[in-house]
Nanobody
Framework: QVQLVESGGRLVKPGDSLTLSCAASGVSIRGYTMAWFRQTPGKAREWVAVSRKSSGAAFIADAVKDRVTISRDHPKNTVTLQMNSLKPEDTAVYFC?????????????????WGQGTQVTVSS
């Protein structure tokens, strides 16, 4: 049984940094393209960052470019999302997702496995 469990979401102030983690079980992330998406009420999920399988090459959405880093730790089977200089518009539920698609998929329909999400709130 494949499980993705996100953690690290909390209330932070504008300008703060935050690290989200996604722990995978039942699957080795080495063989998967891993991604972070986020969603706010009434809106579709949007991709934030993707770490391509095999190479680990990272792709970051324009909305968070220069503020976000995605990384993977194969021995720990985890993927992290480091977010800096957080803004109120970064407030969302953040989801971890996994796919075996090799190319860089930024649409949620490509992803087979999803976590339950972790809430990030940026507010003063």
């Amino acid at each position: 049984q494949v499980q993705l469990v996100e953690s690290g979401g909390r209330l932070v102030k504008p300008g703060d940094s935050l690290t989200l983690s996604c722990a995978a079980s039942g699957v080795s992330i080495r063989g998967y393209t891993m991604a972070w998406f986020r969603q706010t009420p009434g809106k579709a999920r949007e991709w934030v960052a993707v770490s391509r399988k095999s190479s680990g090459a990272a792709f970051i959405a324009d909305a968070v470019k220069d503020r976000v880093t995605i990384s993977r730790d194969h021995p720990k089977n985890t993927v992290t999302l480091q977010m800096n200089s957080l803004k109120p518009e970064d407030t969302a539920v953040y989801f971890c997702a996994a796919t075996q698609v090799v190319n860089v998929p930024t649409e949620e329909s490509f992803y087979r496995y999803w976590g339950q999400g972790t809430q990030v709130t940026v507010s003063s």
